[in-house]
């Protein structure tokens, strides 16, 4: 089995990626990732080098002008004679060259995971739909937002569309932190602590929060991510006077332990596909406070798991977080059944059980089409 990503950088696609590598059954298949050699992909390829993943190194193909390098491509795909190529899309014209490859190669069974469906422009949509319907087997699409962009703007038939929504493991989000540790990040164990995780990027609607810190003053508000708009951000909180109670942590390897420690988790994201961060922060037991989006909305429920708001709305969004400040009770309340129905609905185990289940269908559809030819 081939999964690969042409993508740019690590984020939820790329997390999703090696939650399959992680735990796909390894007496039943093995395991290839291939990636092109460029130092944004290196968080994904250390990741999946410690999962134990064979890693092999391809052209990088993203555009028509670089399309000599496909037969290079072809090869490489073809040396590994993988039953599944499981292309990964962090934007919906990514890796169209490597399901291309794929198709030309013949594998039993492709696979293309939307992550996300943004509003490219209308004239990618025919050619969009040719290679939906001529090179992909099924397109896995972790929403019913995403899904319903595959099919309205991109043209993708619905019989080559399954939602199957991401997951996450409950058990690897405590509920409760070191005192201490909270202290050390926001100087005084007493002060609202206001968290968001998430790339740096115009997408996620950071400006909107760093907005919407203008009026909460006793809180402060942590960014745990990278990205292009840090330093328009933190130029943003200067102006906004709000510097000295805004955060900016950069990566982070103990999500978890921040997640606990916060009051409560934001998403201010202009759109999403179906977000990692909202499911970890349910599945840790934190009220939400996001905008109500395609995708978002499907997990967060009004009122019960969380408060939804209008998005590119700092106002609207400062008194939700101010109201899940002011009530413990309900803060808990939410957090409690957010995490009940990521247990119910998001687990880990029901995203790969759901993914393998394509895998098969897929391969045994192939098995039946090449005994009728034969």
């Given at each position: 089995?081939?999964?690969?990503t ?7 696609a790329?997390q999703v ?14 395991l290839v ?5 460029k ?39 073809r040396a ?17 060259y ?15 995971t ?8 209308v ?26 962009r ?13 939602i199957?929504?991401n ?7 405590p509920?409760e ?5 909270r202290a050390?990040l ?32 006793d809180?402060l ?12 951000l ?27 420690a916060?009051?409560?988790?934001v ?11 909202v499911?970890?922060a ?26 939804l ?24 309340r ?34 039946v ?6």
């Open positions: 089995m081939v999964h690969y042409d993508s740019n950088g690590f984020g939820g790329e990626m090696l939650q399959l590598l992680e735990r796909l059954d390894r007496t039943r298949w093995r990732l291939l990636h092109h050699g130092p944004a992909l290196a968080r994904l390829v250390a990741g999946a080098r410690e999962l134990g993943a064979e890693l092999r190194v391809v052209p990088r193909v993203s555009r028509p002008g670089e399309l000599g390098r496909l037969p290079a491509f072809i090869r490489a795909l590994e004679r993988p039953a599944v190529f499981h292309a990964h899309l962090p934007a919906p014209l990514n890796g169209r490597g399901l291309l490859a794929a198709a030309i190669s013949r594998v039993p069974a492709v696979i293309a939307a992550h996300l469906v943004d509003d490219a422009p004239r990618f949509r025919v050619g969009f739909s040719r290679w939906a319907t001529g090179c992909v087997d099924r397109y896995i699409a972790v929403s019913e937002g995403v899904a319903r595959l099919r309205a703007r991109l043209g993708v038939p619905d019989r080559k569309i399954q199957i929504h997951g996450v493991e409950v058990g690897g989000f509920r932190v070191e005192p201490r540790f050390a926001a100087g005084d164990a007493e002060r609202p602590i206001v968290l968001t995780v998430g790339r740096l990027d115009a997408q996620k609607g950071h400006g909107y929060l760093l907005a919407a810190a203008a009026d909460i003053p809180a508000f942590v960014f745990v991510g990278e990205g292009r708009e840090r330093s328009a933190e130029a943003q909180a200067r102006a906004l006077g709000v510097a000295e109670r805004v955060r900016f942590l950069g990566h982070r390897d103990d999500v978890p332990d921040l997640l606990a916060c009051d409560v988790f998403l201010p994201s202009r759109y999403e596909g179906l977000p990692l961060s499911l970890e349910m599945a840790a037991a934190r009220p939400v406070v996001a905008t109500a989006i395609e995708g978002t909305d499907e997990i967060v429920r009004h009122g019960e798991t969380g408060l708001v209008p998005p590119a709305a700092p106002s609207a969004l400062a008194e939700a977080i101010r109201a899940v400040l002011a009530d413990r009770a309900l803060a808990t939410m957090g409690q059944a957010g995490r009940a129905r990521v247990g119910r609905e998001f687990s880990m185990s029901r995203m790969i059980e759901e993914v393998t289940g394509v895998y098969d269908e897929l391969l045994e559809r192939s098995e089409s090449r005994r009728a030819r034969a």
